[in-house]
């Protein structure tokens, strides 16, 4: 019997081939031939599948720069389905007179007061004045408000918020938020991770990781002792915000536009008188000790929230 060669090269030794039966991604069975003499390696193939499939998993998203992590947002009465609408008409029909009913905008921001106390705040903004308002979510009604005339601003200053490089603020938070990591280990999971939470990591000074706007009437001036040192001292010339907690928790870019500082930025930017300095830079939060602020702000007390069995 004569022998035949094929053209197309040389004939192959298929004495060590093999079948094997795997899944693509999509779980459709699909039959491998793989030789030695060949090269083809199953083991190379399910690599890449392995890569293919990672490739598909999408990365967790990184909250080490989100603020308010430690907080239930559920537990504030915002976060409730149209009671932020209701409480800005409601200011709007009580406050504002027929004069200013041409509203330009309205949020619900975040105010920082001189000793770095966060509190919730109502911001209305016509064409003449803007209301820092305090508003009871739980009663529904003013509480008390501060009405600035915008041709009294002379400066606005827009920026991250950052503490002074002397500062014990950006170490207290990072001890605290140190220690209720610990915590929460220890709750959540029994004892089980509590050393996974104990590194170095978790004590490390925290920022702030905040951008804010500040509106200022000073004309430069520096704020006298007597007031800057007064923690009961109201008639401060200058007003702090920043974004509401509900801002980095809130799904869709239209429900976060009512709690987001930058809406509040490039609107009231164009109602300012000419001679306004309108600037960008850092906006120094002056908390040196910062205890006070720390106990207040970790727990939300300038916040309406459901706490156990009392609301305030």
């Not at 079948?19 to 069975?29: A, F, P, Q």
């Not at 002397?166 to 029994?190: D, K, Y």
């Not at 928790?249 to 001679?275: C, N, Q």
Request: hydrophobic residues 35%.
């Amino acid at each position: 019997m004569d022998e035949t060669y094929f053209d197309e090269g040389p004939a192959g030794n298929f004495e060590t081939a093999t079948l094997e039966i795997t899944k693509d991604l999509d779980g459709n069975e699909f039959s491998n031939s793989t030789s030695a003499s060949t090269g083809i390696d199953v083991e190379k193939r399910n690599r890449e599948n392995e890569g293919n499939i990672s490739n598909q998993v999408p990365t967790s998203k990184d909250v080490s720069t989100i603020p308010f992590k430690h907080l239930d947002i559920h537990s504030f009465f915002t976060d409730r389905n149209e009671v932020v609408a209701r409480a800005i008409k409601d200011c709007q029909d009580s406050l504002i007179n027929e004069e200013e009913k041409d509203i330009a905008g309205s949020w619900l921001l975040t105010e920082i007061s001189l000793w770095d106390i966060e509190k919730e705040r109502l911001v209305v903004l016509t064409k003449k004045a803007i209301y820092s308002i305090k508003y009871d979510f739980i009663s529904l009604k003013v509480l008390e408000y501060n009405r600035i005339p915008l041709s009294q601003l002379d400066t606005l200053v827009s920026g991250e918020l950052v503490y002074p490089s002397s500062s014990l603020a950006p170490r207290l938070n990072g001890l605290a938020e140190g220690v209720s990591s610990i915590v929460n280990c220890a709750v959540r999971q029994e004892w089980s991770s509590v050393a996974s939470c104990t590194g170095l990591a978790q004590f490390e000074p925290r920022k702030r990781n905040m951008a804010g706007v500040r509106l200022m009437w000073n004309k430069g001036n520096p704020l006298p002792l007597i007031k800057k040192w007064n923690p009961f001292a109201k008639d401060i010339p200058w007003l702090t915000y920043t974004s509401h907690p509900l801002f980095w928790y809130k799904g869709s870019e239209e429900e976060k536009l009512k709690f987001d500082v930058e809406g509040l930025r490039s609107t009231i930017k164009d109602l300012l008188p000419s001679e306004c300095n309108i600037r960008s830079g850092l906006i120094i939060i002056e908390n040196y000790i910062g205890v006070g602020a720390l106990v207040h702000n970790r727990n939300a007390l300038g916040f309406f929230k459901i706490r156990g069995k009392v609301s305030f």
